[in-house]
């Protein structure tokens, strides 16, 4: 296996090892992307300059036995929503062409802090608001697994850089299963933290309002331990971030993890999935059975109401807050976009009234969720109702019956509204060989647990598989 295929932890022991050299681990991923970048168009610019010099460096500090933190010397990526300095931040939209600011996010000054070089930024669809990767500044983002079909979105380009091997881990941003959805989707592992946990200061949209309540960065990589690495070094209070609290790492004890009850549902009553994701679901369920957690049949009572009260912040909160950028350049939108905001336009903007009532049954919905999850800390569902789509798809016959586009990502939204850590865990494949996920989902501010569990999950299941891109 490539260099490149190593994971994260792999290459920064490499180089601490001198068994490999940064500059080495640069130019092996810049020379992949190079390869395989015409065809995924996972990227939208590179940091090739700044990249080789922070190798280099990286290189004579090692040479002295002073290594820059737990990343030292490992080439990531990041989602072109957050800011990265000198690269280019247009969240795939010709409203913000050429945006490229002065500084770097906080994550992102945090990743370069422990070591990390950053090789350059991802695709997005316009202004994040799709499932897929698609937008009229750069195109469509094709899946590593079958460049038929998409990588997913609204962070496909990270997930297909790093499916690839052309990244070896990076950063997402997530709303309504931005981050897990891609994850789900290409096969590899994603972390949808509590809001604040990690700090979404220099995201654009920005952090605010109802994206705040939803909204959030997190880490992309091909293996638990990857996004436990990098949660480590991105996780701390921010007061850019309105949801930002001083919430430490902790480390979860053998006896703690163990004496953790976990509750599974393979679908939630209303959208069915593919007979392969209900198959992957039991999979993962006598996995950890057989791991040795307490595993049982449930599903949290309320996930109907959280599903329609995301759409109310997220769709239409959300499009009000977008409609004085987009407004008098609709001609300029990409369809995805357009497609987006006829739906938003479809339904009343919200009053006064209206978003104060959605405020208080989010919270209602949130409570009555959480006290069940007393029981349950843990919840193990699917992330999607099918696996990764063809490009251009809207709909798909699932169980016999009808599965709408928006539709299919109920199964991530839920947790959005309700602030709930959640990581993807590849676990199986199709009968068209195409990755499949599972979702350990915990409570708000417990991703460490999460993490823990989804370790052991992919233990059991084997965890990332290399795509057939070459």
Not at 211 to 218: I, S
Not at 220 to 235: K, N
Not at 286 to 292: E, M, N, P, W
Not at 455 to 463: F, K
Request: charged fraction near 20%; include cysteine.
């Amino acid at each position: 296996m490539s260099e490149t295929y190593l994971s994260a932890a792999s290459m920064a022991e490499d180089v601490r090892q001198k068994k490999i050299s940064a500059v080495e681990l640069v130019e092996a991923h810049l020379e992949r992307i190079a390869r395989l970048n015409p065809r995924l168009n996972a990227f939208i610019a590179l940091d090739e300059e700044r990249a080789r010099r922070d190798a280099r460096d990286l290189d004579a500090a090692a040479a002295h036995g002073a290594f820059r933190g737990p990343l030292h010397g490992v080439p990531i990526s990041i989602k072109s929503a957050i800011a990265t300095a000198g690269l280019r931040c247009e969240t795939g939209t010709r409203l913000r062409a050429g945006h490229v600011p002065a500084k770097d996010a906080v994550l992102v000054s945090r990743l370069r802090e422990a070591g990390a070089i950053i090789l350059g930024v991802t695709n997005t669809p316009e202004l994040l608001m799709s499932w897929e990767t698609d937008n009229v500044l750069y195109g469509r983002t094709s899946n590593p697994w079958d460049l038929t079909r998409t990588a997913g979105g609204s962070s496909g380009g990270e997930a297909a850089a790093i499916a690839a091997g052309c990244s070896a881990g990076g950063v997402g941003s997530d709303g309504g299963g931005s981050i897990r959805v891609p994850a789900h989707f290409t096969g590899i592992c994603g972390l949808k933290p509590t809001p604040g946990r990690i700090p979404s200061t220099g995201h654009f949209p920005e952090s605010a309002g109802p994206f705040a309540l939803l909204g959030v960065v997190g880490p992309m990589a091909r293996t638990v331990a990857d996004l436990q690495l990098l949660f480590e070094v991105m996780a701390g209070p921010d007061d850019g971030d309105p949801s930002s609290a001083p919430v430490p790492v902790r480390k979860i004890g053998s006896q703690e993890l163990k004496h953790t009850r976990i509750g599974y549902f393979e679908d939630d009553g209303r959208t069915g999935v593919t007979p392969e994701i209900r198959a992957a679901v039991r999979t993962a369920a006598d996995a950890l059975s057989r791991a040795g957690f307490e595993v049982v049949p449930f599903r949290p009572e309320g996930l109907q109401e959280a599903r329609r009260l995301w759409w109310k912040l997220f769709g239409i909160a959300g499009g009000m807050v977008l409609g004085p950028l987009t407004k008098g350049r609709e001609a300029e939108l990409s369809p995805l976009l357009k497609e987006y905001l006829g739906w938003v336009l479809a339904e009343p903007a919200h009053t006064g009234n209206s978003l104060l009532e959605t405020w208080l049954r989010r919270d209602a919905v949130r409570n009555r969720i959480l006290a069940q999850m007393q029981s349950f800390p843990i919840v193990l569902c699917p992330v999607a109702a099918i696996p990764a789509f063809r490009h251009g798809e809207r709909s798909w016959v699932v169980e016999g019956k009808t599965v709408k586009y928006f539709d299919a990502w109920s199964y991530t939204e839920w947790f959005n509204l309700l602030g709930n850590p959640g990581v993807a865990v590849p676990v199986g494949q199709s009968a068209e060989g195409l990755p499949i996920g599972v979702q350990i989902v915990g409570r708000p501010w417990e991703e460490e647990l999460v993490l823990a569990v989804a370790a052991e999950l992919e233990r059991q299941c084997g965890g990332f598989r290399k795509p057939p891109i070459e």
